[in-house]
């Protein structure tokens, strides 16, 4: 039953910043696709019904105690793990990657579950873990393994993006539990170690796309256009940018995927600096209230759940950013209710859920 006294604990600023971000992500994907073919239903129009759907998905996922996820984490864990196995065998390619399960009536893509699956299996592990000395290598076996199964198996699809934010929730979740200096370090060696014997394992487009990353000129019409003309689209918005639907970048289709990976691009050129860190400022806002939600939870699991969400929101705004500016490879992640994507958009809602649903049972104990 729903405690209508939780009511009174619901986060209006959380559903104010949320609308702010959507809403500016939604006026950006109409200056950017407007102009497009209109045979099919507008991009941000589909982007508007996904943002409604993500609230109600949001909004239910509040109505239940989140306790309860405590004790189904781990069967929530295998059947997703069951569904990336389902992937590699019968799922559906587009583009020479095999992400997604087709149901029929939707296209289900697991590995964007998975964010959420290891963030609750992850805090249920470490909510009844009562080590405060620092954990060791042997005694972080069980989570590295919980991470390592669903990584490996998103690495084969091939989906390296979604592969390496797991890792950081993962090690984000990790670090937080607490970590002993000498399992830190021999973490900090096998972690280099694998990077440079992870090279020999990567698909060719993957190597390609950090030889891009290292040196976009060395291909501007090929691999390295997508980087070159992100970042002149960011640096031609100056201080007050060129206007609401006026930048020659995207409105010229000089700009690739333009409403998905290199949203923001489009809105700095259009915004310049001061839009742009009007933007970061309601994330920063976004990710503050996720700390203060995990710093005030009532109980372990409650501290973990808060955390991993915030953790998720906050690479994917870090690997975003990070990429559309040229700090980091392009790996196609996006950037949380702002670029185009229903199950981007489904996968954060879900997650603020967890969060309001956190911040509004803290004096339930």
Not at 29 to 46: D, G, I, Q, R
Not at 207 to 236: N, W
Not at 250 to 259: D, T, W
Not at 296 to 315: I, N, Q
Request: aromatic share 12%; charged share 10%; proline share 3%.
């Amino acid at each position: 039953m729903f405690d209508r006294r939780l009511l009174t604990h619901f986060s209006w600023p959380l559903l104010l910043l949320v609308a702010l971000i959507a809403g500016a992500g939604i006026a950006n994907l109409y200056s950017t696709t407007s102009s497009w073919s209109a045979a099919a239903t507008p991009v941000y129009l589909k982007q508007l019904y996904w943002l409604g759907l993500g609230v109600a998905i949001a909004l239910a996922v509040c109505a239940f105690d989140y306790r309860h996820l405590e004790h189904s984490g781990f069967i929530l864990f295998v059947v997703n793990v069951l569904l990336l196995v389902a992937v590699l065998l019968v799922g559906r390619t587009t583009m020479g990657a095999t992400r997604w399960l087709d149901l029929g009536f939707f296209n289900l893509q697991p590995s964007e579950v998975m964010k959420i699956v290891i963030i609750i299996t992850l805090a249920r592990h470490f909510g009844q873990d009562t080590q405060v000395a620092g954990h060791t290598l042997r005694q972080l076996a069980i989570p590295f393994a919980l991470m390592g199964v669903p990584v490996l198996l998103i690495v084969k699809q091939p989906d390296l993006g979604t592969a390496m934010l797991l890792l950081f929730i993962g090690m984000t979740v990790i670090l937080f539990a607490g970590v002993r200096r000498t399992a830190l370090a021999a973490l900090v060696a096998c972690g280099m170690a694998a990077a440079g014997g992870g090279w020999f394992l990567l698909h060719d487009y993957q190597r390609e796309r950090i030889r891009t990353f290292l040196d976009p000129e060395r291909d501007p019409l090929g691999s390295g256009y997508h980087i070159i003309q992100s970042k002149i689209a960011v640096g031609s918005g100056g201080f007050t940018g060129k206007g609401f639907m006026q930048g020659t970048q995207s409105q010229l289709a000089f700009l690739p995927e333009r409403h998905t990976d290199f949203a923001f691009s489009v809105f700095a050129e259009e915004w310049g600096l001061t839009g742009t860190l009007v933007l970061l400022l309601l994330y920063l806002l976004l990710i503050l209230y996720g700390i203060a939600v995990a710093r005030r939870a009532g109980d372990r699991f409650g501290m973990y759940l808060a955390l991993g969400v915030t953790a998720m929101l906050f690479w994917h705004i870090v690997v975003n950013l990070g990429m559309v500016i040229g700090l980091l490879p392009v790996v196609g992640v996006p950037l949380p209710l702002f670029s185009y994507g229903g199950t981007s958009m489904v996968t954060t809602m879900i997650g603020l859920g967890l969060l309001l649903n956190v911040d509004m049972r803290r004096y339930m104990f």
